[in-house]
């Protein structure tokens, strides 16, 4: 397919990054999709499935590294992967905090800033 992109989404392990994947996959897309654990994640069909833990910078660069090993380059970049907290405030940690931030947040600035380059 001459219009074919790469496509990188971050956490398909389920909900909305999975089904990204899919639809991306189906339109005859080359996507990596990123999991924290290859292992325990399940097979997409059409997708590669690559661990990259984006709340660790030597995880992202090392699994953009092997994007660009297959791929030569992306074209898009979907920051999906995410985390929640549930409970009331005053039982919430510092250290759950950051974790939050850290993967809702500060992922987004990591991953984008590892894919620059190859955009």
């Known amino acids: 397919m001459s219009n074919s992109k790469v496509v990188v989404i971050t956490g398909v392990s389920s909900g909305i990054g999975q089904i990204t994947a899919e639809k991306f996959a189906k339109l005859g897309h080359k996507v990596f999709g ?3 654990n290859k292992v325990k994640a399940q097979p997409i069909e059409g997708v590669e499935l690559v661990e990259m833990d984006v709340s660790d910078e030597d995880s992202v660069q090392l699994g953009i590294h092997f994007i660009i090993e297959q791929a030569g380059h992306i074209d898009i970049l979907v920051n999906n ?29 990591r991953t984008t800033q590892a894919v620059l380059p190859y955009i």
């Open 34 to 36: 990123t999991v924290r």
């Open 81 to 109: 992967a995410g985390t929640s907290l549930i409970g009331a405030v005053e039982e919430t940690s510092i250290k759950e905090a950051e974790f939050l931030f850290n993967t809702n947040v500060f992922s987004i600035l």
